[in-house]
């Protein structure tokens, strides 16, 4: 008899799904365990919930915030450790994305010198071999800020206007999204935060505008794929109206 969980599908159109990823230090502390332990099982987990999201769910994109503009004032042991997980991730498994036509992309500012170099290396190395696999993209939020991102959207445009190639009379929503970090994802439709926390802490602050939110008290470390399907379903429930009436 098959389970619930392999008889579950998608019934309404769900393109694009962000993820943040709290609680993994909060995970370690139940458990008595360093906070790194926490990190390193957030970290093994982002393989599982994307393989399900992409290959057995089929959502187009995902994003996931792994590290943010705030996140730079954590301990610097600690954040040598994240910045170490991450590279193994990607060289563990960037053939996989590949086989299977996974692009990767990222938002954030990998120029900040505060980056270890192999780390700046591992991810647009990860970058450039996936450019041309188009069944999904992985969207990592890296250094990522929403206000970062809106700052540096307006400065973008300013120096278009500035220099004579957009006229402001014609601003419109199409030329902000132009200049996001990743303009070629698909609306946000759902943004999922574990750990209990109700909010956005800075992430996707102008991609979120329409998107349904969801806050489950679970650890993300222990977010597993019936958490995953409860998401789901009450997304499914919701009725998105966008501004409008909808029987």
Known sequence: MKSGNEQYKLTQPLNHVA?????????????????????RAGVKNVKK?????????????????????????????EKKYLFRLLKIFFDENIQEFLDKGTRIVISGDLEDERIPKDTVATMKNA????????????????????????????QKIVDEVQAGNID????????????????????LDLLIRTSGESRLS??????????????????????????????????????????????
Not at 208 to 220: A, D, G, M, N, Q
């Open 19 to 39: 993820f943040i990823m709290d609680g993994n230090g909060r995970w370690a502390k139940k458990r008595m365990l360093p906070r790194s332990w926490g990190h």
């Open 49 to 77: 919930i994307m393989d399900l999201c992409f290959y057995k769910y089929d959502i187009f994109a995902c994003s996931l915030y792994s590290f943010s503009t705030e996140n730079w004032n954590r301990p610097e042991k």
């Open 127 to 154: 970058i450039e071999r996936t450019k041309d696999c188009n069944n999904h993209i992985f969207n990592v939020l890296f250094n990522y800020g929403g206000r970062r991102e809106l700052v540096r959207m307006t």
């Open 168 to 187: 402001k009379k014609y601003i419109s929503e199409k030329t902000l999204q132009h200049y996001l970090y990743q303009p070629d994802l698909p609306e």
């Open 202 to 247: 800075n992430c996707m602050l102008y991609e979120v505008c329409y998107s349904e939110l969801i806050f489950t008290p679970v650890f993300w470390p222990a977010f597993n794929e019936d958490n995953l399907i409860d998401c789901l379903k009450e997304y499914e429930r919701r009725n998105r109206r966008f501004g409008g009436i909808k029987g």
